[in-house]
Protein backbone atom coordinates (compact mmCIF):
# COMPACT_ATOMS: atom_id res chain seq x y z
CA UNK A 1 0.00 0.00 0.00
CA UNK A 2 1.15 3.83 -0.25
CA UNK A 3 -1.11 5.15 2.57
CA UNK A 4 -0.52 8.61 3.04
CA UNK A 5 1.84 9.00 0.31
CA UNK A 6 1.55 12.26 -1.32
CA UNK A 7 1.07 12.17 -5.24
CA UNK A 8 2.02 15.18 -8.11
CA UNK A 9 0.96 14.61 -11.55
CA UNK A 10 1.84 16.97 -14.26
CA UNK A 11 0.09 16.27 -17.73
CA UNK A 12 1.74 17.99 -21.14
CA UNK A 13 0.03 17.38 -24.51
CA UNK A 14 -3.32 16.11 -25.37
CA UNK A 15 -6.52 15.44 -24.31
CA UNK A 16 -5.34 11.59 -23.90
CA UNK A 17 -2.49 12.31 -21.64
CA UNK A 18 -4.82 14.53 -19.72
CA UNK A 19 -7.28 11.73 -19.13
CA UNK A 20 -4.54 9.05 -18.79
CA UNK A 21 -3.35 11.70 -15.91
CA UNK A 22 -6.46 11.08 -14.13
CA UNK A 23 -7.01 7.40 -14.87
CA UNK A 24 -3.31 7.69 -13.01
CA UNK A 25 -4.06 9.64 -10.04
CA UNK A 26 -7.40 7.68 -9.64
CA UNK A 27 -5.59 4.22 -9.92
CA UNK A 28 -2.59 5.48 -7.09
CA UNK A 29 -5.36 7.04 -5.20
CA UNK A 30 -7.02 3.66 -4.71
CA UNK A 31 -4.02 2.65 -3.05
CA UNK A 32 -3.90 5.11 0.09
CA UNK A 33 -2.17 8.01 -2.12
CA UNK A 34 -3.46 11.74 -1.79
CA UNK A 35 -2.89 14.52 -4.54
CA UNK A 36 -1.16 17.74 -4.08
CA UNK A 37 -1.04 20.34 -6.87
CA UNK A 38 2.51 21.44 -6.15
CA UNK A 39 5.89 18.88 -6.71
CA UNK A 40 7.50 20.92 -3.91
CA UNK A 41 4.75 18.84 -1.49
CA UNK A 42 5.04 15.49 -3.12
CA UNK A 43 6.22 11.83 -2.48
CA UNK A 44 5.88 10.64 -5.97
CA UNK A 45 5.84 12.71 -9.00
CA UNK A 46 4.78 12.23 -12.36
CA UNK A 47 5.09 13.23 -15.80
CA UNK A 48 2.25 12.45 -18.10
CA UNK A 49 5.18 13.71 -21.17
CA UNK A 50 4.37 14.54 -24.92
CA UNK A 51 6.64 13.73 -28.13
CA UNK A 52 5.43 15.15 -30.81
CA UNK A 53 7.08 18.25 -31.30
CA UNK A 54 10.69 19.59 -30.28
CA UNK A 55 9.38 21.70 -27.58
CA UNK A 56 7.26 19.55 -25.29
CA UNK A 57 9.55 17.82 -25.07
CA UNK A 58 12.90 19.87 -24.21
CA UNK A 59 10.11 21.09 -21.79
CA UNK A 60 10.53 17.66 -19.73
CA UNK A 61 13.94 17.64 -19.44
CA UNK A 62 14.46 21.35 -18.07
CA UNK A 63 11.21 20.11 -15.17
CA UNK A 64 13.39 17.39 -14.41
CA UNK A 65 15.90 19.73 -13.59
CA UNK A 66 14.25 21.50 -11.12
CA UNK A 67 12.66 18.12 -9.52
CA UNK A 68 15.86 17.39 -9.30
CA UNK A 69 16.75 20.19 -6.71
CA UNK A 70 13.70 18.91 -4.90
CA UNK A 71 14.49 15.77 -4.43
CA UNK A 72 18.41 16.20 -3.49
CA UNK A 73 16.95 18.60 -0.65
CA UNK A 74 14.55 16.21 0.18
CA UNK A 75 17.16 12.93 0.60
CA UNK A 76 19.04 15.67 3.06
CA UNK A 77 16.26 15.27 5.17
CA UNK A 78 15.84 10.94 4.52
CA UNK A 79 13.01 11.85 2.41
CA UNK A 80 12.69 9.76 -1.12
CA UNK A 81 11.38 11.13 -3.12
CA UNK A 82 9.90 9.09 -6.66
CA UNK A 83 10.44 10.51 -9.64
CA UNK A 84 8.47 8.97 -12.86
CA UNK A 85 8.54 9.66 -16.55
CA UNK A 86 5.21 8.25 -18.41
CA UNK A 87 3.83 9.13 -21.71
CA UNK A 88 4.61 9.38 -25.07
CA UNK A 89 8.60 10.40 -24.18
CA UNK A 90 9.12 7.26 -21.87
CA UNK A 91 7.67 5.30 -24.82
CA UNK A 92 10.15 6.99 -27.54
CA UNK A 93 12.72 7.29 -25.14
CA UNK A 94 12.62 4.95 -22.75
CA UNK A 95 16.36 4.15 -20.95
CA UNK A 96 17.57 7.30 -22.33
CA UNK A 97 16.03 8.96 -20.26
CA UNK A 98 17.63 7.37 -17.25
CA UNK A 99 20.99 7.75 -18.70
CA UNK A 100 20.18 11.74 -19.44
CA UNK A 101 18.33 12.99 -16.27
CA UNK A 102 19.66 10.20 -13.16
CA UNK A 103 16.94 11.69 -11.12
CA UNK A 104 14.18 9.71 -12.36
CA UNK A 105 13.57 5.97 -11.35
CA UNK A 106 10.82 4.81 -12.99
CA UNK A 107 10.12 5.44 -16.28
CA UNK A 108 6.79 3.67 -17.69
CA UNK A 109 5.18 3.34 -21.25
CA UNK A 110 1.66 4.97 -22.43
CA UNK A 111 0.31 1.20 -22.46
CA UNK A 112 1.06 0.07 -19.37
CA UNK A 113 0.96 2.59 -16.34
CA UNK A 114 -1.62 0.22 -15.02
CA UNK A 115 1.52 -1.35 -13.26
CA UNK A 116 2.63 2.04 -11.64
CA UNK A 117 1.31 1.07 -8.20
CA UNK A 118 3.18 -2.25 -8.19
CA UNK A 119 6.65 0.14 -9.33
CA UNK A 120 5.88 2.88 -7.31
CA UNK A 121 6.17 -0.37 -4.32
CA UNK A 122 8.86 -1.77 -5.56
CA UNK A 123 11.08 1.57 -5.83
CA UNK A 124 10.29 2.35 -2.45
CA UNK A 125 11.54 -0.68 -1.33
CA UNK A 126 14.94 -0.38 -2.94
CA UNK A 127 17.76 1.71 -2.17
CA UNK A 128 18.04 3.30 -5.80
CA UNK A 129 17.31 1.02 -8.49
CA UNK A 130 15.62 2.05 -11.45
CA UNK A 131 12.74 0.85 -13.59
CA UNK A 132 11.34 0.47 -16.80
CA UNK A 133 8.20 -0.65 -18.17
CA UNK A 134 7.20 0.00 -22.06
CA UNK A 135 5.21 -2.71 -22.57
CA UNK A 136 2.17 -2.27 -25.06
CA UNK A 137 -0.61 -3.75 -22.89
CA UNK A 138 -3.56 -1.99 -24.20
CA UNK A 139 -5.95 -4.39 -23.27
CA UNK A 140 -4.66 -4.61 -19.31
CA UNK A 141 -4.29 -0.81 -19.07
CA UNK A 142 -8.06 -0.78 -20.30
CA UNK A 143 -8.95 -3.75 -17.68
CA UNK A 144 -7.36 -1.71 -15.21
CA UNK A 145 -9.77 1.82 -16.59
CA UNK A 146 -12.81 -0.24 -15.65
CA UNK A 147 -14.23 0.83 -12.59
CA UNK A 148 -16.45 3.27 -11.66
CA UNK A 149 -15.19 6.86 -11.98
CA UNK A 150 -16.77 9.82 -9.80
CA UNK A 151 -17.18 13.69 -11.35
CA UNK A 152 -13.97 15.97 -11.33
CA UNK A 153 -16.03 18.63 -13.75
CA UNK A 154 -19.03 18.61 -15.13
CA UNK A 155 -17.68 18.00 -18.41
CA UNK A 156 -15.39 14.85 -18.74
CA UNK A 157 -13.21 12.60 -21.29
CA UNK A 158 -13.78 8.99 -21.93
CA UNK A 159 -10.81 7.42 -23.54
CA UNK A 160 -12.35 4.83 -26.56
CA UNK A 161 -9.58 4.16 -28.76
CA UNK A 162 -6.20 4.15 -28.72
CA UNK A 163 -3.50 4.42 -31.22
CA UNK A 164 -2.81 4.98 -34.85
CA UNK A 165 -2.16 2.92 -37.98
CA UNK A 166 -2.08 5.78 -39.98
CA UNK A 167 1.54 6.67 -39.88
CA UNK A 168 1.38 10.55 -41.31
CA UNK A 169 5.02 10.50 -42.38
CA UNK A 170 6.12 13.42 -39.52
CA UNK A 171 4.34 12.07 -36.89
CA UNK A 172 5.08 10.16 -33.76
CA UNK A 173 1.92 8.89 -32.35
CA UNK A 174 1.95 5.42 -33.96
CA UNK A 175 5.64 4.32 -32.48
CA UNK A 176 4.58 6.51 -28.95
CA UNK A 177 0.74 4.77 -28.54
CA UNK A 178 1.18 1.65 -30.65
CA UNK A 179 -1.52 0.12 -33.20
CA UNK A 180 -5.00 1.50 -33.00
CA UNK A 181 -7.09 0.02 -30.51
CA UNK A 182 -10.64 0.24 -29.92
CA UNK A 183 -12.11 -0.18 -26.23
CA UNK A 184 -14.98 -2.15 -25.74
CA UNK A 185 -18.45 -0.73 -26.35
CA UNK A 186 -19.76 -2.01 -22.71
CA UNK A 187 -16.91 -0.86 -21.12
CA UNK A 188 -17.39 2.81 -22.30
CA UNK A 189 -21.12 2.92 -21.24
CA UNK A 190 -20.28 1.93 -17.93
CA UNK A 191 -17.93 4.46 -17.81
CA UNK A 192 -20.29 7.40 -18.80
CA UNK A 193 -23.08 6.18 -17.15
CA UNK A 194 -21.16 6.05 -13.26
CA UNK A 195 -20.59 9.59 -14.87
CA UNK A 196 -23.48 10.15 -15.01
CA UNK A 197 -24.57 9.47 -11.76
CA UNK A 198 -22.08 11.66 -9.99
CA UNK A 199 -22.87 14.52 -11.74
CA UNK A 200 -21.25 14.72 -15.34
CA UNK A 201 -23.52 16.02 -17.99
CA UNK A 202 -21.01 16.61 -21.08
CA UNK A 203 -18.52 13.38 -22.22
CA UNK A 204 -15.82 13.94 -24.98
CA UNK A 205 -15.08 10.23 -26.36
CA UNK A 206 -11.01 10.49 -27.07
CA UNK A 207 -8.97 8.76 -29.58
CA UNK A 208 -5.76 9.49 -31.76
CA UNK A 209 -8.56 8.72 -34.41
CA UNK A 210 -11.33 8.27 -32.44
CA UNK A 211 -13.76 8.01 -35.44
CA UNK A 212 -11.88 4.55 -36.46
CA UNK A 213 -13.56 3.74 -33.53
CA UNK A 214 -14.67 -0.12 -34.24
CA UNK A 215 -15.75 -1.66 -30.96
CA UNK A 216 -17.80 -4.87 -29.86
CA UNK A 217 -20.79 -4.72 -27.46
CA UNK A 218 -21.17 -8.30 -25.23
CA UNK A 219 -23.31 -9.50 -28.05
CA UNK A 220 -20.14 -9.16 -30.22
CA UNK A 221 -21.98 -6.80 -32.60
CA UNK A 222 -20.02 -4.31 -34.53
CA UNK A 223 -20.05 -0.70 -32.79
CA UNK A 224 -19.18 2.09 -35.04
CA UNK A 225 -18.94 5.68 -33.36
CA UNK A 226 -22.18 7.05 -34.85
CA UNK A 227 -23.86 3.98 -33.38
CA UNK A 228 -22.03 4.59 -30.09
CA UNK A 229 -23.38 8.07 -29.93
CA UNK A 230 -26.65 6.87 -30.14
CA UNK A 231 -25.87 4.84 -27.02
CA UNK A 232 -24.23 7.69 -25.25
CA UNK A 233 -27.39 10.13 -25.94
CA UNK A 234 -29.88 7.67 -24.14
CA UNK A 235 -28.44 8.36 -20.96
CA UNK A 236 -30.60 10.94 -19.98
CA UNK A 237 -28.31 12.71 -17.79
CA UNK A 238 -25.91 13.13 -20.24
CA UNK A 239 -26.51 16.64 -22.60
CA UNK A 240 -23.95 17.14 -24.32
CA UNK A 241 -21.32 14.88 -26.66
CA UNK A 242 -17.95 15.68 -28.60
CA UNK A 243 -15.64 13.32 -29.51
CA UNK A 244 -11.90 14.23 -30.27
CA UNK A 245 -9.74 13.94 -32.82
CA UNK A 246 -11.06 12.59 -36.27
CA UNK A 247 -9.28 11.87 -39.18
CA UNK A 248 -10.65 12.88 -42.45
CA UNK A 249 -10.67 9.36 -44.23
CA UNK A 250 -12.87 8.00 -41.09
CA UNK A 251 -15.64 10.68 -41.21
CA UNK A 252 -18.10 8.29 -42.85
CA UNK A 253 -21.62 8.91 -43.98
CA UNK A 254 -23.58 7.24 -41.25
CA UNK A 255 -20.96 9.26 -38.62
CA UNK A 256 -22.05 12.51 -41.35
CA UNK A 257 -25.65 11.76 -41.03
CA UNK A 258 -25.70 11.10 -36.77
CA UNK A 259 -24.84 15.14 -36.57
CA UNK A 260 -28.35 15.80 -37.97
CA UNK A 261 -30.21 12.70 -35.75
CA UNK A 262 -28.50 13.19 -32.73
CA UNK A 263 -29.10 16.36 -30.76
CA UNK A 264 -26.69 16.10 -27.92
CA UNK A 265 -23.82 15.65 -30.38
CA UNK A 266 -22.24 19.14 -30.30
CA UNK A 267 -22.12 21.29 -34.13
CA UNK A 268 -18.29 21.59 -33.67
CA UNK A 269 -15.85 19.05 -35.36
CA UNK A 270 -12.05 19.36 -34.82
CA UNK A 271 -11.03 17.72 -38.27
CA UNK A 272 -7.44 17.93 -38.74
CA UNK A 273 -6.48 18.51 -42.39
CA UNK A 274 -2.57 19.70 -41.81
CA UNK A 275 -2.00 21.31 -45.42
CA UNK A 276 -4.27 22.57 -48.39
CA UNK A 277 -1.62 21.53 -50.83
CA UNK A 278 -2.17 18.16 -52.37
CA UNK A 279 1.44 17.82 -52.79
CA UNK A 280 2.33 17.87 -49.38
CA UNK A 281 -0.73 15.82 -48.62
CA UNK A 282 0.57 13.60 -50.27
CA UNK A 283 3.96 13.50 -49.13
CA UNK A 284 2.48 13.52 -45.28
CA UNK A 285 0.93 10.41 -46.05
CA UNK A 286 -2.44 11.32 -45.22
CA UNK A 287 -4.51 9.17 -47.71
CA UNK A 288 -6.91 12.29 -49.13
CA UNK A 289 -6.99 15.32 -50.99
CA UNK A 290 -7.90 18.51 -50.32
CA UNK A 291 -11.13 18.35 -52.55
CA UNK A 292 -12.10 15.06 -50.31
CA UNK A 293 -11.66 17.07 -47.17
CA UNK A 294 -14.18 19.99 -48.70
CA UNK A 295 -16.31 17.41 -49.98
CA UNK A 296 -17.21 16.44 -46.02
CA UNK A 297 -16.77 19.84 -44.62
CA UNK A 298 -19.98 20.82 -47.32
CA UNK A 299 -21.90 17.09 -45.97
CA UNK A 300 -20.91 18.04 -42.45
CA UNK A 301 -23.00 21.23 -43.19
CA UNK A 302 -25.50 20.01 -45.00
CA UNK A 303 -26.52 17.60 -42.25
CA UNK A 304 -26.19 20.02 -39.68
CA UNK A 305 -26.11 24.07 -40.86
CA UNK A 306 -24.76 25.38 -37.51
CA UNK A 307 -21.86 23.04 -37.85
CA UNK A 308 -18.23 24.76 -36.96
CA UNK A 309 -15.04 23.52 -37.39
CA UNK A 310 -11.28 23.73 -36.22
CA UNK A 311 -8.25 21.89 -37.61
CA UNK A 312 -4.86 22.06 -37.31
CA UNK A 313 -1.73 22.88 -39.95
CA UNK A 314 1.72 22.19 -39.93
CA UNK A 315 3.77 24.79 -42.06
CA UNK A 316 7.03 24.28 -43.39
CA UNK A 317 6.48 20.52 -44.20
CA UNK A 318 9.94 19.19 -45.96
CA UNK A 319 9.21 20.79 -49.82
CA UNK A 320 6.80 22.95 -48.62
CA UNK A 321 6.97 25.74 -51.77
CA UNK A 322 5.63 29.00 -51.88
CA UNK A 323 2.39 28.20 -54.11
CA UNK A 324 2.35 24.99 -51.60
CA UNK A 325 1.86 27.28 -48.84
CA UNK A 326 -0.53 29.32 -50.82
CA UNK A 327 -3.23 26.43 -50.96
CA UNK A 328 -3.08 26.04 -47.74
CA UNK A 329 -4.24 29.73 -47.14
CA UNK A 330 -6.39 29.06 -49.91
CA UNK A 331 -7.68 26.22 -48.06
CA UNK A 332 -8.93 28.05 -44.95
CA UNK A 333 -10.35 31.00 -46.90
CA UNK A 334 -12.58 28.50 -48.34
CA UNK A 335 -13.81 26.40 -45.13
CA UNK A 336 -13.79 29.01 -42.35
CA UNK A 337 -12.80 27.88 -39.05
CA UNK A 338 -13.74 28.72 -35.94
CA UNK A 339 -10.64 28.32 -34.37
CA UNK A 340 -7.37 26.56 -34.90
CA UNK A 341 -3.95 25.24 -33.85
CA UNK A 342 -0.88 25.52 -36.09
CA UNK A 343 2.97 24.83 -35.75
CA UNK A 344 5.81 24.80 -37.49
CA UNK A 345 6.82 20.99 -38.73
CA UNK A 346 9.31 19.68 -36.27
CA UNK A 347 11.72 17.02 -36.82
CA UNK A 348 10.92 13.63 -34.93
CA UNK A 349 13.48 10.87 -34.87
CA UNK A 350 12.57 7.74 -36.77
CA UNK A 351 9.72 9.41 -38.67
CA UNK A 352 10.06 9.13 -42.35
CA UNK A 353 9.55 13.13 -42.66
CA UNK A 354 12.87 13.47 -40.78
CA UNK A 355 15.32 12.20 -43.10
CA UNK A 356 13.44 13.88 -46.30
CA UNK A 357 15.23 16.08 -48.55
CA UNK A 358 14.47 19.83 -48.45
CA UNK A 359 14.28 20.73 -45.29
CA UNK A 360 12.77 24.05 -44.73
CA UNK A 361 14.66 27.00 -43.27
CA UNK A 362 13.47 28.20 -39.93
CA UNK A 363 12.99 31.83 -41.10
CA UNK A 364 10.76 30.94 -44.10
CA UNK A 365 8.74 28.20 -41.52
CA UNK A 366 8.35 31.85 -39.20
CA UNK A 367 7.36 34.07 -41.83
CA UNK A 368 4.49 31.33 -42.76
CA UNK A 369 3.50 30.65 -39.32
CA UNK A 370 3.14 34.38 -38.89
CA UNK A 371 0.76 35.02 -42.31
CA UNK A 372 -0.98 31.74 -41.24
CA UNK A 373 -1.88 32.98 -37.73
CA UNK A 374 -3.06 36.40 -38.93
CA UNK A 375 -5.75 34.80 -41.41
CA UNK A 376 -6.43 32.13 -38.77
CA UNK A 377 -7.07 34.74 -35.90
CA UNK A 378 -9.12 36.66 -38.36
CA UNK A 379 -11.64 34.02 -38.69
CA UNK A 380 -11.57 33.38 -34.88
CA UNK A 381 -12.60 36.68 -34.20
CA UNK A 382 -15.28 36.88 -36.89
CA UNK A 383 -16.49 33.70 -35.53
CA UNK A 384 -16.55 34.91 -31.85
CA UNK A 385 -18.47 38.72 -33.74
CA UNK A 386 -21.09 36.26 -35.46
CA UNK A 387 -22.40 35.39 -32.17
CA UNK A 388 -23.38 38.78 -30.86
CA UNK A 389 -26.88 39.16 -29.77
CA UNK A 390 -27.29 35.54 -30.44
CA UNK A 391 -28.81 33.59 -27.77
CA UNK A 392 -26.69 30.18 -27.00
CA UNK A 393 -26.94 27.30 -24.53
CA UNK A 394 -24.02 27.75 -22.09
CA UNK A 395 -22.90 24.99 -20.20
CA UNK A 396 -21.67 26.44 -16.60
CA UNK A 397 -18.94 25.19 -14.79
CA UNK A 398 -17.35 27.49 -12.35
CA UNK A 399 -16.56 30.91 -10.86
CA UNK A 400 -15.05 33.87 -12.67
CA UNK A 401 -11.16 34.62 -12.01
CA UNK A 402 -12.08 38.62 -11.39
CA UNK A 403 -13.13 38.50 -7.74
CA UNK A 404 -14.84 42.23 -7.75
CA UNK A 405 -17.44 40.54 -9.47
CA UNK A 406 -19.41 37.20 -8.99
CA UNK A 407 -19.48 35.91 -12.26
CA UNK A 408 -19.68 32.61 -13.85
CA UNK A 409 -17.92 31.00 -16.43
CA UNK A 410 -19.31 28.10 -18.74
CA UNK A 411 -18.93 27.25 -22.29
CA UNK A 412 -20.75 27.15 -25.31
CA UNK A 413 -21.45 24.12 -28.35
CA UNK A 414 -18.55 25.77 -30.41
CA UNK A 415 -16.54 25.42 -26.86
CA UNK A 416 -16.50 29.35 -26.58
CA UNK A 417 -15.54 30.77 -23.05
CA UNK A 418 -18.41 32.75 -21.99
CA UNK A 419 -18.57 35.07 -18.33
CA UNK A 420 -21.78 36.20 -16.71
CA UNK A 421 -22.11 38.40 -13.70
CA UNK A 422 -24.58 37.19 -11.41
CA UNK A 423 -26.28 39.28 -8.69
CA UNK A 424 -23.99 39.64 -5.21
CA UNK A 425 -26.83 37.99 -3.78
CA UNK A 426 -26.50 34.74 -6.16
CA UNK A 427 -24.87 31.69 -5.16
CA UNK A 428 -22.71 30.34 -8.17
CA UNK A 429 -22.50 27.09 -7.29
CA UNK A 430 -26.50 26.97 -8.17
CA UNK A 431 -25.81 27.61 -11.86
CA UNK A 432 -23.11 24.35 -12.09
CA UNK A 433 -23.88 21.45 -13.88
CA UNK A 434 -27.06 23.51 -15.66
CA UNK A 435 -27.11 24.28 -19.47
CA UNK A 436 -28.82 27.89 -19.93
CA UNK A 437 -30.31 30.11 -22.66
CA UNK A 438 -27.82 32.61 -22.65
CA UNK A 439 -27.61 36.32 -25.24
CA UNK A 440 -24.17 37.10 -26.04
CA UNK A 441 -23.76 40.90 -25.01
CA UNK A 442 -20.11 41.75 -26.04
CA UNK A 443 -16.97 39.81 -27.73
CA UNK A 444 -13.50 40.59 -25.87
CA UNK A 445 -10.15 39.30 -27.04
CA UNK A 446 -10.84 35.38 -25.55
CA UNK A 447 -13.82 35.47 -24.23
CA UNK A 448 -17.75 36.50 -24.51
CA UNK A 449 -19.59 38.27 -22.14
CA UNK A 450 -23.52 37.10 -21.34
CA UNK A 451 -26.67 37.35 -19.92
CA UNK A 452 -29.06 34.35 -18.80
CA UNK A 453 -32.64 34.45 -20.35
CA UNK A 454 -35.31 34.57 -17.92
N1 LIG B 1 -4.46 12.28 -34.54
C1 LIG B 1 -4.54 13.62 -34.87
C2 LIG B 1 -3.36 14.47 -34.44
C3 LIG B 1 -2.50 14.10 -33.33
S1 LIG B 1 -1.08 15.09 -33.11
C4 LIG B 1 -4.70 13.77 -36.37
O1 LIG B 1 -4.60 12.82 -37.10
O2 LIG B 1 -4.89 14.87 -36.82
C5 LIG B 1 -1.72 16.74 -32.93
C6 LIG B 1 -1.20 17.69 -33.95
O3 LIG B 1 0.18 17.94 -33.77
C7 LIG B 1 -1.30 17.22 -35.38
O4 LIG B 1 -2.58 17.39 -35.89
C8 LIG B 1 -0.28 18.06 -36.09
O5 LIG B 1 -0.83 19.26 -36.55
C9 LIG B 1 0.74 18.36 -34.98
N2 LIG B 1 1.97 17.63 -35.24
C10 LIG B 1 2.17 16.30 -35.19
N3 LIG B 1 3.46 16.00 -35.50
C11 LIG B 1 4.08 17.18 -35.75
C12 LIG B 1 5.40 17.54 -36.15
N4 LIG B 1 6.34 16.61 -36.36
N5 LIG B 1 5.67 18.85 -36.32
C13 LIG B 1 4.72 19.80 -36.14
N6 LIG B 1 3.46 19.52 -35.76
C14 LIG B 1 3.14 18.22 -35.58
FE1 LIG C 1 -0.34 11.14 -36.16
FE2 LIG C 1 -1.45 10.94 -38.52
FE3 LIG C 1 -2.01 9.15 -36.65
FE4 LIG C 1 -2.92 11.64 -36.43
S1 LIG C 1 -3.47 10.17 -38.02
S2 LIG C 1 -1.97 10.43 -34.84
S3 LIG C 1 -1.27 12.83 -37.30
S4 LIG C 1 -0.04 9.45 -37.63
FE1 LIG D 1 1.75 14.17 -27.38
FE2 LIG D 1 1.49 11.61 -27.12
FE3 LIG D 1 -0.64 13.13 -27.23
S1 LIG D 1 2.98 12.61 -28.35
S2 LIG D 1 0.01 14.78 -28.52
S3 LIG D 1 0.86 13.15 -25.64
S4 LIG D 1 -0.44 11.09 -28.06
Redesign the pocket.
Known sequence: MLDGKKLYVKSYG?QMNVYDSERMEENLQSFGCTKVDKHEDSDIIILNTCH??HNPTANVYSELGRIKIYKDSQLKKSKRVIVIVAGCVAQAEGEQILKQAPVVDIVVGTESYHNLPDLVQKALRSSNEKFINLEFETIQKFDMLNKPRKKQSYSSFVSIQEG?D?F?T????PYTRGAEFSRKTNDIINEIKSLADSGVVEITLLG??VNAYHGKDVNNNDFTLAKLCEEIAKIDAIKRIRYT?S?PINMTGDLIKAHASIEKLMPYLHL?I?SGSNNILKSMNRKHDRDFYLRIIESLRKSRQDMAFSS???VGFPGETDRDFEDTLDLVKQVGYSQC?S????Q?PGTPADTMKDQILEEIKDTRLSILQKLLQEQFDSFNNSTLNKTLDVLFESKGKRKEYNQIIGKTPYLQAVAVDISSNTNPEDYYGKILKTTITEIKKNSLLGKIQD
Not at 170 to 173: A, G, I, L
Open positions: CIRCKCFCVVQNTHPQDFIYFKYSR
